[in-house]
């Protein structure tokens, strides 16, 4: 599996183009923007699938682990 997957890349499970899910938006004190938006590959089907999303969840977590 890729470990850098990208906007666009397909998905792992279902090959439609995945999406990026911003998991968190760091802010400075001082600047009115953010200093730095972490996101993740998202794909909206799997994930909305019960059946599909511990799956998703099992390579997401393999990927994070290598």
């Keep these: 599996m890729n470990h850098e997957l990208l906007h666009g890349d397909p998905c792992p499970l279902c090959d439609r183009p995945l999406t990026r899910r911003v998991t968190a938006t ?14 993740v590959p ?13 799956k998703w969840n099992d390579l997401m977590n393999d990927r994070d682990g290598s």
């Excluded at 001082?30 to 200093?35: I, L, V």
Aim: glycine share 0%; net charge neutral; with cysteine.
């Design 26 to 39: 760091v802010r400075s004190a001082q600047s009115a923007y953010p200093t730095r938006i972490d996101t």
């Design 42 to 54: 998202h794909c909206t089907r799997c994930t909305n699938d019960p059946i599909s999303e511990q």
